[in-house]
């Protein structure tokens, strides 16, 4: 079992910044993707950005050139760097990990981009 505990959203004007992270526990892989994905009111989670444990980095289209996404193998930490926010930016982030066959979800952080 992986719990993953996100932090760092909030309120913020259009074009303000902010940093979610993601720490995970309990049986952790080496191995693994890791990532944010969102959901804002009445639409369906789509992906914002993933990380493998070899560094490869996968952005949506909507965020490239402005979020960044990192990762800190010692903490079994993941950031995501969020700038020139949007207020199309608004919406529940979660983190998830999947290792094989494993795949684990947060319980989510609000971002809320005010115009």
């Known amino acids: 079992q992986v719990h993953l505990v996100e932090s760092g959203g909030g309120l913020v004007q259009s074009g303000g910044s902010l940093r979610l992270s993601c720490a995970a526990s309990?049986?952790?892989?080496?191995?693994?993707?890791m990532g944010w994905y969102r959901q804002a009111a009445g639409k369906q989670r789509e992906l914002v950005a993933t990380?493998?444990?070899?560094?490869?980095?996968n952005y949506a289209n909507s965020v490239k050139g402005r979020f960044a996404i990192s990762r800190d193998d010692a903490k079994n930490t993941v950031y995501l760097q969020l700038s020139s926010l949007k207020p199309e930016d608004t919406a529940i982030y979660y983190c998830?990990?999947?290792?094989?066959?494993?795949?684990?979800w947060g319980q989510g952080t609000q971002v809320t981009v005010s115009s």
């Open positions: 309990g049986r952790i892989f080496s191995i693994y993707v």
């Open positions: 990380i493998t444990n070899t560094g490869y980095i």
């Open positions: 998830n990990r999947r290792s094989g066959s494993d795949d684990y």
